[in-house]
């Protein structure tokens, strides 16, 4: 049996396919294995460096506050950072060169900017030039550098999916009398939304993960460096790394889990649509019934 994308394995590749499989299966075991001896070795899998994991002071007073402050950032960048990214991403298919040149130029800067240099200079900008409290000047600067680039790389993601759909939707929509903004805004966007859907999430991971650099160098309260203070007063560095990085990975499981469900019921909704239309006699039938010739009464010739 062929797939559209590649062949079917026969039985030769379905063996080796298992034996692969195994084999990675093994070399993870001892490497995980391996892990768990060494830190047994340091003595990192004592209980009483576990211990504070299990009661709620470590919770409350370090993890879950830093917890809030990455999802309140990577929150705030998210809702700032999609629309404006789908804003210029459109700039820059527009027919107007002012238009799109100025905002390839904008997309192109910001995008070649490495995030933490943005917070920081952000972080300066805030500090000379406006009032803002230097208690919540971390979360604006750490905002407004992943804004700055996510938002960019997010305008060539849109600009992408655009692109990919086929000219004859375009053309389509042009014939039947629709304008430009409304081609772009009831034909390509929504269709092309499913393709962007996995990009855009992993671009959205990316926010979530990097609001780790506000804490790293702004004094940012987030997830990381409820850590390092965690660490100092438990003094369990590394059990403490490896809890705030599980808690990231089931941050950004959830968040992938909900895009798959999302991009599955937008693709069962685009395969549902369709128009029904009462027959005569009051039978219900879907329109444009492929292959069948119907006479005026309703019975297929």
Do not use: C
């Amino acid at each position: 049996m062929t797939s559209v994308l590649y062949d079917a394995p026969g039985p030769r590749a379905k063996r080796r396919n298992i034996v692969y499989t195994v084999a990675f299966l093994a070399l993870l075991v001892l490497g995980i294995w391996w892990a768990l001896s060494v830190m047994s070795d340091h003595g990192q899998l004592e209980w009483s460096l576990w211990k504070p994991f299990t009661e709620a002071p470590a919770w409350t007073t370090y993890l879950l506050p830093g917890l809030g402050n990455t999802l309140k950032a990577a929150a705030l960048a998210m809702v700032i950072a999609l629309p404006l990214g789908a804003v210029f991403g459109i700039a820059r298919l527009s027919d107007h060169r002012w238009v799109r040149v100025p905002a390839g130029a904008v997309v192109e800067f910001f995008r070649a900017i490495p995030v933490l240099i943005l917070m920081l200079f952000a972080n300066e900008f805030y500090s000379s030039y406006t009032d803002i409290s230097s208690d919540v000047r971390p979360l604006y600067a750490v905002v407004t550098g992943l804004v700055l680039y996510n938002a960019s790389v997010l305008a060539e993601v849109v600009r992408a999916g655009i692109l990919s759909l086929p000219k004859g939707q375009s053309e389509a929509a042009k014939a039947i009398g629709l304008r430009k903004g409304q081609t772009m805004t009831n034909v390509l966007l929504p269709q092309s939304v499913t393709a962007m859907l996995p990009a855009l999430v992993s671009q959205l991971v990316v926010i979530v993960k990097d609001t780790a650099l506000g804490g790293a160098l702004l004094a940012f309260a987030e997830l990381l460096s409820a850590q390092g203070t965690l660490a100092a007063n438990y003094a369990n560095t590394i059990p403490s790394f490896i809890v705030v990085a599980v808690v990231f990975i089931l941050l950004n499981l959830l968040l992938t889990t909900f895009a798959s469900w999302l991009e599955g019921r937008l693709r069962r909704a685009k395969k549902s649509t369709g128009a029904v239309l009462t027959a005569p006699g009051g039978a219900e039938e879907p329109v444009g019934e492929p292959g069948v010739t119907k006479t005026d009464d309703g019975r297929p010739v």
